[in-house]
C-alpha cells in the first residue's frame, strides 16, 4: 500500500489536466469561512489529554483507510497524528464507520473529532464546527471517455435526462441538491465509480485526488476527469474551499488547540511535507493561486 502512495504524484502529473484540481472560475471570494467562538470556557481540551480522545474515519482512500494490519493510514490520519502529537494528546483511539455516520457520530458523543477531511458547506455549518484549514483539493466531474451526456460545463447538470452521481452525504451530494440536479447517491466511493463505469449515471462529482488513486489502481478504466472549471460558489460554499477537520460546537478549547497546530504545521512546512509523502505537491495547502 505504502508503495501505491509512493507513486500517487505520478499519476497526478501522467493525469494533467484530467485528473488534477479543476480551479475556480475567475471572479468573487475565494472563501468564506465560519469563524468559532473564540470566547472558550470548556475543558474539552483538558478532557482529551487527560482521558484520551476518539476520532471518527471511514474507508476513503487516499484520506483514510486501513492498511494491510488494519492500522489506520492516509494523508489525514497521518495530518492528525501529527497534530495530536503537537498539542500533546497521546491516548488517540480511531473507529470506523460508513462516512454519513460521521457527523451523527459526533454529535451523539460517540467520536470526537471527525479526522476525515471534512469542508465547510451551509448544511454542515448549522450543527458541527470546524477547525482552521489544513489542506486543499479539487472537484472533478467524471464520465465515460465518450461521454455520452456530453456534459461540457456545470450548467449541464441540471439538463434533462442528465443523472449526477455522489456520495451520500458528501459535499458534493450537498452542492448538486443545491443545483436542482438529478442526484443519485452512493455508499462510498468504490460504488459511484462502479456505476459511472457502468453507465448508470451520467456524470459523477467527486474529489480529484480520489479519481487519480482510482486511476492508478484500474489502469484499465474507461473513466475520464473532464477538464470543465468549477464555478466560484463550489469552492467558496459548497465543500471545496479548504479541508477541515470536524467537532462538537461545545468544543471550542479542544477546537483552538487543533486549529492552532494546524496553523503551526502548515507555516513549518509539517503538512507540505506530509502531503509529499503521499505524492502530492506542497503547495496544496493552500488554494489555487495562493502561495
Same mark, same amino acid.
Not at 443545491?178 to 455508499?187: E, P, Q, S
Not at 474551499?241 to 496553523?263: E, H, K, M, P, V
Given at each position: 500500500?505504502?508503495?501505491?502512495?509512493?507513486?500517487?504524484?505520478?499519476?497526478?502529473?501522467?493525469?494533467?489536466?484530467?485528473?488534477?484540481?479543476?480551479?475556480?472560475?475567475?471572479? @468573487?471570494?475565494?472563501?468564506?469561512?465560519?469563524?468559532?467562538?473564540?470566547?472558550? +470556557?470548556?475543558?474539552?481540551?483538558?478532557?482529551?489529554?487527560?482521558?484520551?480522545?476518539?476520532?471518527?474515519?471511514?474507508?476513503?482512500?487516499?484520506?483514510?483507510?486501513?492498511?494491510?494490519?488494519?492500522?489506520?493510514?492516509?494523508?489525514?490520519?497521518?495530518?492528525?497524528?501529527?497534530?495530536?502529537?503537537?498539542?500533546?494528546?497521546?491516548?488517540?483511539?480511531?473507529?470506523?464507520?460508513?462516512?454519513?455516520?460521521?457527523?451523527?457520530?459526533?454529535?451523539?458523543?460517540?467520536?470526537?473529532?471527525?479526522?476525515?477531511?471534512?469542508?465547510?458547506?451551509?448544511?454542515?455549518?448549522?450543527?458541527?464546527?470546524? +477547525?482552521?484549514?489544513?489542506?486543499?483539493?479539487?472537484?472533478?466531474?467524471?464520465? +465515460?471517455?465518450?461521454?455520452?451526456?456530453?456534459?461540457?460545463?456545470?450548467?449541464?447538470?441540471?439538463?434533462?435526462?442528465? +443523472?449526477?452521481?455522489?456520495?451520500?452525504?458528501?459535499?458534493?451530494?450537498?452542492?448538486?441538491?443545491?443545483? @436542482?440536479?438529478?442526484?443519485?447517491?452512493?455508499?462510498?466511493?468504490?460504488?459511484?465509480?462502479?456505476?459511472?463505469?457502468?453507465?448508470?449515471?451520467?456524470?459523477?462529482?467527486?474529489?480529484?485526488?480520489?479519481?487519480?488513486?482510482?486511476?492508478?489502481?484500474?489502469?484499465?478504466?474507461?473513466?475520464?476527469?473532464?477538464?470543465?472549471?468549477?464555478?466560484?460558489?463550489?469552492?467558496?460554499?459548497? @465543500?471545496?474551499?479548504?479541508?477541515?477537520? &470536524?467537532?462538537?460546537?461545545?468544543?471550542?478549547?479542544?477546537?483552538?488547540?487543533?486549529?492552532?497546530?494546524?496553523?503551526?504545521?502548515?507555516?513549518?512546512?509539517?503538512?507540505?511535507?506530509?502531503?509529499?509523502?503521499?505524492?502530492?505537491?506542497?503547495?496544496?495547502?493552500?488554494?489555487? &493561486?495562493?502561495?
Amino acid at each position: 500500500m505504502r508503495k501505491l502512495i509512493a507513486i500517487f504524484v505520478l499519476s497526478l502529473l501522467a493525469f494533467a489536466p484530467a485528473a488534477v484540481a479543476q480551479t475556480p472560475e475567475a471572479g @468573487g471570494a475565494i472563501t468564506t469561512s465560519h469563524a468559532p467562538d473564540f470566547a472558550c +470556557t470548556d475543558t474539552s481540551y483538558a478532557d482529551a489529554v487527560a482521558n484520551g480522545i476518539t476520532l471518527g474515519i471511514t474507508p476513503d482512500f487516499p484520506y483514510t483507510y486501513l492498511s494491510d494490519t488494519n492500522e489506520p493510514e492516509g494523508i489525514d490520519v497521518a495530518i492528525n497524528n501529527a497534530v495530536l502529537a503537537w498539542i500533546g494528546i497521546t491516548n488517540v483511539n480511531y473507529e470506523i464507520m460508513p462516512w454519513d455516520s460521521l457527523i451523527p457520530a459526533l454529535q451523539a458523543d460517540q467520536i470526537d473529532v471527525i479526522a476525515d477531511n471534512i469542508q465547510e458547506t451551509p448544511d454542515r455549518v448549522k450543527v458541527i464546527a470546524f +477547525t482552521g484549514p489544513a489542506w486543499w483539493y479539487g472537484p472533478a466531474l467524471i464520465t +465515460t471517455s465518450d461521454n455520452p451526456a456530453n456534459i461540457q460545463s456545470y450548467d449541464d447538470l441540471t439538463r434533462e435526462g442528465v +443523472t449526477v452521481g455522489a456520495v451520500s452525504g458528501s459535499a458534493a451530494a450537498e452542492y448538486l441538491n443545491f443545483l @436542482g440536479a438529478n442526484v443519485t447517491t452512493f455508499k462510498d466511493n468504490t460504488a459511484e465509480f462502479a456505476a459511472a463505469e457502468q453507465g448508470r449515471v451520467s456524470v459523477i462529482l467527486e474529489d480529484d485526488t480520489k479519481f487519480a488513486a482510482y486511476q492508478l489502481q484500474n489502469d484499465s478504466t474507461n473513466l475520464v476527469a473532464l477538464d470543465i472549471d468549477a464555478p466560484e460558489i463550489l469552492i467558496s460554499e459548497y @465543500g471545496y474551499s479548504y479541508a477541515r477537520y &470536524g467537532l462538537r460546537q461545545a468544543d471550542c478549547t479542544l477546537n483552538f488547540a487543533y486549529s492552532r497546530a494546524l496553523a503551526e504545521m502548515r507555516g513549518s512546512g509539517e503538512i507540505g511535507q506530509i502531503l509529499e509523502q503521499f505524492g502530492l505537491p506542497r503547495d496544496n495547502v493552500y488554494l489555487p &493561486g495562493i502561495s
